[in-house]
């Protein structure tokens, strides 16, 4: 097990990478930029300069202060595959948000001890904002953050990214039967919703077809707040796919039984 | 005619209802708060304290200054009718925004003679940005934006506030048959997007459901900026309901054609 001592480490170098990848990416951000369309036109998923460049920025870091530690992250391969202390990197979550001038996207880097998250930070330089959360709780900037009680469906804020990424069946019956329970819903979220979770002014984020970069960061934020975060039918949600974040763990219960209901 | 005199110092004035409206919006932000419902649970549709506080005192300064002047906004009943210059008013345009802690809600301040629109500012305190428009240009700040040149809907980002504002029928059939146009739509965007689009990251916003205080500030901040807005009929956009705007006017007059084909 990690002790204190090394994820303080641990924690010291993510907010170095957070400060490193901040000034290459915010050389790109709202400039004109190249934009190369890894997949095909329905599903946009543009890859910029910034995206590549700050990831090979933060693994140079990485690798000079940890060698053994292993590289996940969405724009190189994988590094020391099999080491039990993993860095998970998404230079840029919320890629639409991104090229369409929004601050809604961030920065995640997540650091995870055989497969599960203990350091996660979310950083969004344009608002000056530093989201991250650790087995001791979970922070904006120096101040702790913590989620709020919402113990009904009928009382609850429910965000995603994007009402396309679930697919038809499971998925669209899940969310759909969730999203007629709530007050409202609202789409358009990305990493910025899960962390306006933590801080206690979103009750629920409900998304599918994530990747573990998309992911990973968000848990020990979540979690470090107070809130409850798993997969669909309550395993861990590190590994990607279907997510279910609540600030109110009563909260989470109740959303998973709607969206199994539906199934 | 207002005179460039004359609208210089409407602007003036514009730039010190955005001061005094952030001063006591941002007291309220991030702040656990008192929603009331104004509506029934389906259209969710809070005022908070701060939406009716800073119009309050948006409206002192004007009543103070220049007093035969015509004001309309969401929160408080209509001053002067009939008067020919007239402030519009949004206090906080993207309300679920503004409690859930995302910063793309913003201020909107316009100023309409004979109902044409000519003074149109976005302020959004929590980053900074003061977005407007006048009859000489569009700003961010002291930086004059433009739109960018997107000739064919196949290269366009299209962006609305939420699915649920189209009614079934025309609305939802012409939003339907022009989404599937463009490379990718976007939720989630209130005032925010019409700015971004003013500034060239994004190319198309078509909404609906919206009132004069939503659309009116916009417009003199799209036009300014090189762009075309209007409504779903290519008639004046000012006056709420649907609206359509373009950063490039080719692009313009595509979606309408789209848009109008699938009623």
């Known amino acids: 097990m990690t002790t204190t001592g090394e994820w303080r480490a641990y924690l010291d170098l993510a907010h170095e990478l957070a400060d490193a990848s901040a000034g290459v990416i915010m050389e790109h951000f709202r400039q004109p930029l190249q934009v190369i369309d890894k997949d095909d036109r329905t599903r946009f998923s543009p890859v910029t300069v910034a995206d590549k460049d700050a990831e090979t920025a933060i693994r140079e870091l990485i690798r000079a202060r940890f060698p053994e530690h292993g590289i ?56 000056g904002e530093r989201f991250y959360g650790h087995p001791q709780g979970a922070y904006l900037g120096a101040k702790q953050i913590h989620t709020r009680a919402c113990a009904a469906l009928k009382d609850a804020s429910l965000f995603c990214t994007e009402p396309d990424m679930f697919a038809p069946g499971y998925e669209r019956n899940g969310f759909d039967a969730l999203s007629k329970q709530v007050v409202h819903t609202r789409y358009g979220g990305d990493c910025y919703a899960y962390c306006m979770l933590a801080m206690g002014f ?25 809130g409850k975060i798993t997969d669909w039918e309550g395993g861990p949600a590190g590994k990607g796919g279907r997510a279910v974040a609540a600030g109110d763990p009563i909260l989470h219960a109740q959303a998973l039984a709607v969206i199994q209901g539906a199934a």
Not at 104 to 125: S, V, Y
């Open 202 to 226: 979103v009750d629920l984020v409900v998304e599918a077809d994530l990747k573990p970069w998309d992911i990973k960061a968000l848990v020990p934020i979540v979690e470090g707040a107070g």
């Open 72 to 127: 996940l992250g969405e724009e190189h391969d994988e590094e020391n595959p099999g080491a039990s202390i993993v860095w998970v990197l998404d230079p840029i979550d919320g890629t639409k948000a991104f090229i369409s001038g929004f601050p809604t996207w961030g920065t995640l880097i997540a650091l995870q001890e055989d497969d599960r998250p203990i350091i996660g930070m979310m950083n969004q330089p344009m608002t």
